[in-house]
């Protein structure tokens, strides 16, 4: 299975998984028709599904006009999003699996930024690869969405499980905000060296306009101060130790940067 990185829009991403074996793709999260119809032509691949982490019209977007080109498509989204994503046609829980090019996903219930939000989780294939996240807007590199339907409880408990997964376990996020996020990052975790480490080398990325996408779950345990709520140093900088609560905080004081 290969994995096509798409920008789309202003600083989306679309995934376009590929087998390059049947002549068959999947999308996730697409944005944009246009990016996706371009790639489908320059592969030759026939489009078999959409993979829809939640309803927001900036994955969303091309639904419609892709299901137009490809009748026998199958949307898939969250049972919780019925009737908000277009031409949904599988309602999905946790648990369930999804399946592309002989790869096994995972569905993941991520409530937190939407209600309905999910991720899909494909494991590594053989010893030694990295298994691929595809997380929407829950997980970003260096940050987490912001919480517009859900609670910070709901959030903790969706980041914590992503932060369980393996560490090679590649995050492929859905927009390119890793650079402002590692900023407002080294102002609640000013003296964590892989942190700074991390934003040098994601600034220089950025300068030569180079994606930081994937990233990977081991990076994001150490440098993400969302994924390292409850650590000591992120609650000291809360003054809350209660790791909702501070949670909650951090949260808040993101929104504000």
Not at 88 to 116: I, M, N, W, Y
Not at 153 to 176: F, G, I, K, Y
Request: with cysteine; charged share 20%; net charge negative.
């Amino acid at each position: 299975m290969d994995i096509h990185r798409l920008p789309a829009l202003l600083d989306n991403y679309v995934f376009l998984l590929h087998d390059p074996v049947n002549h068959t793709a999947a999308v996730v999260d697409p944005a944009e028709y246009s990016v996706v119809r371009q790639e489908l032509n320059r592969l030759g691949a026939n489009l078999s599904a959409i993979f829809n982490t939640h309803h927001h019209q900036d994955h969303v977007g091309g639904n419609q006009r892709l299901l137009q080109d490809f009748p026998d498509l199958i949307i898939y989204g969250s049972a919780a999003d019925r009737d908000r994503i277009p031409g949904q046609k599988v309602f999905l829980e946790a648990g369930d699996q999804v399946s592309f090019g002989g790869h096994q996903g995972q569905v993941l219930a991520v409530p937190g930024h939407t209600r309905g939000h999910i991720a899909y989780y494909f494991p590594a294939a053989s010893p030694g690869a990295p298994g691929e996240l595809f997380c929407g807007d829950t997980l970003f590199a260096g940050g987490c969405g912001r919480l517009f339907e859900g609670t910070p409880a709901q959030m903790v408990e969706s980041l914590n499980q992503l932060r369980q997964l393996p560490d090679p376990t590649r995050v492929w996020c859905a927009h390119e905000y890793t650079l402002k996020n590692l900023e407002f990052a080294l102002t609640v975790d000013p003296d964590n060296r892989d942190l700074q480490n991390r934003y040098v080398a994601t600034k220089i990325a950025r300068q030569r306009q180079e994606a930081t996408i994937p990233s990977q779950i081991g990076v994001e345990n150490l440098t993400n101060p969302f994924l390292r709520w409850d650590h000591q140093d992120l609650l000291a900088v809360t003054g809350i130790f209660d790791p909702i609560q501070s949670f909650a905080r951090l949260r808040g004081l993101k929104d504000r940067f």
